[in-house]
């Protein structure tokens, strides 16, 4: 299958029984992944398939924009990560103002006169749905059972005694939290972007960077991080990466730039402009901080790397 931008594509697409699993998936959290498998495996018992149904923007953003939340990913790295859960597709479709008025009673009978071979449906415990979200998982498994589909309604996953949620994660990510983030989020939190040419003060330092410019709309605490990084889809090699601002070497940047440093030596062509890197954010060492010269910076770089690399023998 694939992803589509219309539910109506979806129901064209296959004469198949299908299972939605139904979410806005921001983060594609532990959570959102038990949804995801149990869909998977009511679609598997029953010779179907299972999609996710989800938005690429939050319905927020279309009824009170000046309170949607800040997303932890859009909407392409969400697709690629529904599908590798297993999901046989994905469809994003835009949030509007004919979805927005379904009554929620009518709901099961809007997705079945859409996918005509429609058969089950999966949420969370905590689903909302129908016009101004009046309605909850117990309503869904009601009215989707009395037009003859199977409704599973799956417990939210806990961590620290409460439920994984996109909204804590954010939380989490933005105070530097990053263990907290990728227990919740059930994989590493990573930073995906193309290699930017940069001043080339890393390597003036002895510490030769990779500048991956990195603008979520959730964004991570400023800081050094440690994780591991890969260049097209190479073996991944353990890093040490300041995100953030840069205060120490230039003043007035407004767009943060993740610097990747490498712990073991970098091959040639390793990282070079243009290149595809992604980095998992595995540990957070220290706030981004403005020192007071660069020979501050220089030494505690140095101090920085020390730390990464006894960290890095933990993962």
């Known amino acids: 299958m694939a992803v589509f931008t219309s539910i109506e594509d979806l129901g064209r697409s296959t004469d198949q029984p299908i299972f939605l699993a139904l979410g806005m998936f921001d983060g594609v959290h532990a959570g959102h992944q038990a949804v995801l498998s149990k869909s998977q495996e009511i679609a598997h018992e029953n010779n179907g398939k299972a999609v996710a149904f989800t938005f690429p923007k939050h319905p927020a953003s279309f009824l009170r924009a000046e309170t949607a939340p800040s997303l932890l990913m859009n909407k392409d790295h969400k697709a690629k990560r529904l599908i590798e859960t297993g999901m046989d597709g994905v469809v994003l479709r835009t949030f509007d103002q004919e979805f927005a ?44 059972e009395e037009v003859g589909l199977t409704v599973e309604v799956v417990e939210s996953k806990l961590y620290s005694a409460l439920p994984v949620s996109s909204s804590r994660i954010r939380e989490a990510l933005l105070s530097g939290g990053i263990e907290e983030v990728n227990k919740m989020l059930g994989w590493h939190y990573t930073i995906s972007s193309s290699v930017q040419r940069g001043k080339g003060m890393g390597r003036e330092f002895g510490f030769p960077t990779i500048n991956l410019p990195w603008s979520p709309e959730a964004l991570p605490a400023f800081g050094v ?33 993740l610097e990747v440093h490498v712990l073991d030596s970098i091959e040639e062509g390793f990282g070079f402009e243009g290149s595809n890197v992604s980095m998992t954010l595995e540990a957070f060492l220290r706030p981004e901080k403005k020192f007071d010269s660069v020979d501050d910076l220089r030494i505690q770089i140095k101090k920085d790397i020390i730390q990464a690399e006894e960290v890095s023998k933990k993962f």
């Open 225 to 257: 991080y440690v994780g591991q990084v890969t260049c097209d889809g190479e073996e991944s090699k353990y890093a040490i990466a300041n995100y953030g601002l840069r205060p120490t070497v230039e003043e007035g940047v407004t767009k943060p730039l």
């Open 101 to 144: 008025n379904v009554e929620g009673q009518h709901f099961p009978s809007f997705l079945i006169a859409r996918v005509p071979t429609l058969e089950g449906l999966c949420v969370g415990e905590n689903f909302r749905f129908g016009k101004g979200r009046t309605w909850d998982s117990h309503h869904l498994k009601t009215f989707g």
